[in-house]
């Protein structure tokens, strides 16, 4: 029981965030003009989208290179970037608790 | 080293793993990181239940008596929350494979996506500070679950430490 309603304060709050993103996306969504968008592929041709919205193709396309022979070059990839981000951060705090010179007895 | 912790590694390796995996979409094609993404929300769940205690304490005495790192390490987690929170919902809405399989068309735009992006951009940076906040609770839960390779080393036969060099 207790467990559950710990699981349901989790998605109570991830629902708040949720609503409120909506609200803000749709705001700015409107606001924006609806002019159609134009994307020019590699080889010259144009893929225009309507009303602004994406264009689920275009996606496609995008998406569809590499393939699973990539997958753990990108994976090692990820985790270089996040790995470099954990070092920078380790080592940028341990650079600030150093003191600055040992003194000579 | 507790059953407790040992779950809790376990259970935050595999969804590093996970993540990994989910990070390209290219790669391992939109299904996989789809499912695997709601997957990965699920295990999400599992580890904030483990850390609850954690969070409930935090959150008591954010303002009255922590220290500056707890604080930090607090912010950090809530907006590591509400960031994978944001990459749910914006993939939810552009997304290909898992809502169509429901029977339901969402309507979406270029916001959604430029925002899922970001957020995702924004969790490897996040990832990595979180790693890093707990790189000393991480390499203390592997020493115990290897302890073999350590208690070699410090055997007093094979010991060659700094009271040799001085002598």
């Known amino acids: 029981m207790k467990i559950l309603f710990r699981i349901l304060v989790i998605l109570v709050v991830a629902s708040i965030i949720m609503g409120a993103t909506y609200i803000l996306v749709n705001m700015s969504g409107t606001s924006t003009s609806n002019r159609p968008r134009e994307f020019t592929q590699n080889n010259g041709t144009n893929l225009q989208s309507p009303n602004g919205n994406f264009n689920p193709q275009l996606d496609r396309q995008r998406e569809r290179s590499g393939g699973i022979i990539g997958l753990p070059f990108s994976m090692l990839g990820n985790l270089a970037v996040i790995s470099l981000i954990a070092v920078v951060y380790l080592n940028t705090g341990r650079l600030f608790k150093r003191k600055p010179f040992a003194t000579a007895k | 080293m507790s059953k407790q912790n040992r779950n809790k590694l376990l259970?935050?390796?595999?969804?590093?793993?996970?993540l990994l995996v989910s990070m390209d979409p290219r790669s391992s094609g939109i299904p996989v990181?789809?499912?695997?993404?709601?997957?990965?929300?699920?295990?999400?769940?599992?580890?904030?239940l483990l850390n609850w205690n954690w969070i409930v304490e935090m959150t008591k005495?954010?303002?009255v008596k922590s220290t500056n790192g707890a604080r930090l390490n607090y912010v950090l987690n809530w907006t590591l929350?509400?960031?994978g929170v944001l990459i749910m919902l914006s993939g939810i809405m552009i997304s290909q494979s898992v809502v169509p399989s429901f029977g339901i068309t969402l309507p979406s735009n270029f916001e959604w996506r430029g925002l899922h992006e970001f957020s995702t951009n924004f969790a490897m940076l996040l990832m990595g500070l979180h790693i890093a906040l707990h790189w000393s609770w991480i390499k203390n839960m592997v020493k115990r679950l290897f302890p073999g390779k350590e208690r070699r080393t410090q055997a007093p036969g094979i010991s060659f430490g700094r009271k040799d060099v001085q002598a």
């Open chain 2, 11 to 18: 259970i935050d390796l595999i969804a590093f793993i996970a």
């Open chain 2, 33 to 48: 990181h789809e499912w695997l993404t709601i997957a990965i929300a699920g295990v999400i769940i599992v580890h904030l």
């Open chain 2, 61 to 63: 005495r954010l303002f």
């Open chain 2, 81 to 83: 929350f509400i960031n």
